[in-house]
């Protein structure tokens, strides 16, 4: 087991590159799984201190999964010891073309509906505070998402009533760095970005309960 977290390689992007359900698995759980197991327990004691309450680590085990191998994985952090898909949480995983640093209410999660509430509401308000580098994502299979630039608040409203009203809508902010960016080898800098990016994150987190 990692005592430390030394950030991502190349290597660890191109695991989703491994053709086939089986071999993709052995490449994340030998290759990514325990630096993401190592991220999530050095962020749950961050994070727990930011929020106010205990934060749990649940790296992926994309259990449910029988045919087509995984195009991310990630480590999710939420205030429930036994799951997180219920309750809005914080992610960092990978795609194969970058980092995804966000929060997240995902369909399973009836605080879907506090959040849209909130969004609809604060439109302006969330347009000043989120970084204009930052995206937003609707769907968490969705690499791209739409950067926040891009976003005024109309569509951050009209974002928010698909979130009430479609059941399997899901809402994702945050920020995303590129497989190529040098701070992504280093573990210490990569750790204060994901801090940092997580504060910026918590009044989301917050109003989504």
Known sequence: MMTNFNGFTAEDFDVFTV??????????IGQV??????LGQTLSTYLSALCG??????????????????????????SGKRGYK???????GLF????????AVIYESPNKLVFADFLDKHAAKVKKVVPEHFFWSMDH???????HAEVNSAELKKMAERLKNVKKAEM?????????????LDG????????ETFATLLPLYKASF
């Open 86 to 92: 219920a309750l809005p949480h914080f992610e960092v």
């Open 141 to 147: 299979f969705n690499p791209v998402g739409t950067p």
């Open 96 to 103: 194969s073309t970058h980092l995804f640093i966000i929060f």
């Open 19 to 28: 053709p086939g359900l089986e071999g993709r698995m052995e490449a994340i």
């Open 188 to 195: 210490d800098k990569l750790l204060a970005k994901i801090e």
């Open 33 to 38: 799984r325990p630096k993401l197991e190592v």
């Open 172 to 184: 994702m902010c945050g920020l995303r760095i590129e497989r190529d960016d040098p701070i992504l």
């Open 53 to 78: 309450e205990e934060m749990y680590p649940h790296v992926a085990k994309h259990a449910r999964r029988t045919v087509n191998p995984p195009i991310d994985t990630w480590v999710a952090l939420a």
